[in-house]
C-alpha cells in the first residue's frame, strides 16, 4: 500500500513560534517551543518536514500530550499531526473472516472518539480502551493498553513518514515489534517516522473481553460494544483523575517485570502482593501497590503529588515544572527501590532536552 502525498491540498506551511505547549500536555507542565506546526494534510505534514530539515531544525513529534514530560523550552519545530479523516471499510475478501472490518483513521483523531464511535456502531475490538487520552497517532508508540486489552490485539497496519525524507510507507503489525507499553517506534524508529495514519481491525462478531477486575461483574451476560465502553470509563473515572480537572499523565510508572525466582521471593514476604505471570517466563508486579505499601498514595510535595486513589498517578496541582515532578518520581523510585529492590521506570516519554 502506498500513500499520495500530493493530495491536492494548495501548499501552506502555518508554523508558529515560540508557542505556548503547557495546555497542549495534559500534565500542564510548562513549555515553550521555538516553533510549532500541527499539519492536517500529509502535504502540509511534508512541506513541514521540508522546511525544518532545510532549516536544519530538530523535530519533535506530539500526539495527543497525554505520554510526555516536557521541558521548560523546546528548540527547533514541534510537530502535532492534525490528520483528522477515518473511515470504515467493509472488505469483500474471501480470505477475510465474515464479520471483519477495517477502520482508517488519521494520526489526529482523538482515541477515545474513536472508541466511542466504533463501539455505537456494534463493532468490536477496542471497547475495553476507552477514555484513554490521546491521539490515535501515538497510540501505536507505546501500544496502549488496559482492562486485558491492547492496541496490539486490533492493529492491522500503520501508516509512517519519514521524517527526512518525507516518504511515507506502511508497517504490518508484525514490524512494529509491539511489546507491554512498547513498540519499534520507541526503539529503532525513534526520531525516524511520524505516524500518518492507523488501519485496525474490528469485528461485529462479539468478542468481550472481560476478565480483567470487576468489569465482568458490573455487566449482563451478553453486554453490546457499547455496555463495556462505558463500564470501563465509569471504572476509569472512578479511580483515576480526569486530566481536565487535575493534570496527569495515566500511570507515570510502568508496572515492573521480574524473574519468575525475584517473584517467588517477593511472595514469601508478602502473600498478597499482586502479580501476573507472563506467557515470556517472568512475572509482572503492580507498580501502584508497590508504591501504596511504601505509604506514599496521597502523598504531596510542592505543586506536585501521588494520587489519593491510585498511587501510580502523579498529578500537578499547578505551578510546577517538569525538574519538580521528575524530583518527586526520582524519590518515589528510591524508596520502592530500598523496600523491594526493584527499579520503577517512567511510562511517559522524557522529550530533551
Ligand atoms: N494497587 C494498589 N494501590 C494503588 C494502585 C493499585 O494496591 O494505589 C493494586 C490494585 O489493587 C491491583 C493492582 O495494584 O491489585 C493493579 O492495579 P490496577 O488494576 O488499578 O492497574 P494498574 O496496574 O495500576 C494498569 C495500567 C493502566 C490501566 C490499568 C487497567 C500500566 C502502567 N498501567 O494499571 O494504564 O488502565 O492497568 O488495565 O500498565 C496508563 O498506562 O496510563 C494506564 C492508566
Known sequence: MGCNVNDGVAKQVNIA?????????????????????????????????????????????????????????????????????????????????????????????????????????????????????????????????????????????????????????WLNANECVFGYRDSIFKRNLTDKVVITQLILRLSRKPMPQLNYGDLAARLPRLPTPLAVAEAVCDIRREKLPDPNVLANAGSFFKNPLVSDHQAAQLLARYPSMPHFPQASGQTKLAAGWLIDQCGLKGLRDGAFGVHQHQALVLVHFGGGDRHGLMKLANYIAAQVEGRFGILLEPEPRLINP
Request: proline letters at 7%.
Open 17 to 169: 513560534s515560540r508557542a505556548d505547549l503547557s495546555s497542549e500536555n495534559t500534565l500542564k507542565l510548562p513549555c515553550q517551543a521555538e516553533y510549532f506546526a500541527t499539519p492536517g494534510t500529509l502535504s502540509a505534514l511534508s512541506d513541514v518536514l521540508g522546511k525544518a530539515n532545510r532549516e536544519e531544525w530538530p523535530i519533535t513529534l506530539l500526539g495527543g500530550g497525554s505520554n510526555v514530560l516536557l521541558p521548560d523550552w523546546l528548540p527547533g519545530l514541534v510537530v502535532r499531526p492534525a490528520l483528522q479523516q477515518w473511515w470504515v471499510a467493509v472488505p469483500d475478501r474471501p480470505e477475510i473472516a465474515k464479520g471483519d472490518v477495517f477502520v482508517h483513521v488519521g494520526a489526529g483523531v482523538n482515541w477515545h472518539t474513536l472508541v466511542m464511535a466504533m463501539a455505537a456502531r456494534g463493532l468490536w475490538g477496542i471497547e475495553n480502551l476507552a477514555l484513554i487520552p490521546g491521539s490515535c497517532g501515538a497510540a501505536p508508540v507505546q501500544n496502549i493498553g488496559a482492562y486485558g486489552v491492547e492496541l496490539a490485539d486490533t492493529l492491522h497496519s500503520v501508516q509512517v513518514m519519514e521524517l527526512a525524507t518525507g516518504r511515507c510507507y
